[in-house]
């Protein structure tokens, strides 16, 4: 909520020294070449005021932001795929039929060849 309150103050900015420039200096006598100036002085000033006084409502939203972008980042690490449950399974039900095979755990990892040997 405190990035969009951060961007709804900052186009209000926007617009209001936009639309000041625009109709204060009588670019719009100009045609698009005045709305064109208007818009770029409106964003430096947009820019200026938003450091200086927006200063507590932009790191309010920074910290949001990272805060949300950690946090998904953290549910992806820990979602399992499915390819890796479906790997579960298999295991899973190898490990049940060497168990009633009688073969036991180690059974996965001893190798033929040495015994043989």
Do not use: P
């Amino acid at each position: 909520m405190k990035v969009f309150l951060y961007f709804v103050l900052r186009t209000v900015v926007f617009v209001a020294a936009a639309c000041l420039v625009y109709f204060l200096f009588g670019w719009s006598r100009w045609g698009m070449i005045g709305a064109i100036l208007s818009a770029v002085v409106g964003a430096v000033v947009a820019f200026a005021v938003g450091y200086l006084l927006l200063d507590r409502q932009r790191r309010a939203a920074a910290t949001e932001f990272g805060n949300a972008v950690e946090a998904r980042k953290a549910a992806k690490e820990h979602k399992a795929t499915q390819a890796e449950l479906d790997a579960d399974v298999e295991d899973n039900f190898q490990d049940t039929l060497r168990a009633q095979a009688g073969l036991g755990a180690d059974a996965r990892t001893r190798n033929v060849a040495d015994d043989e040997a």
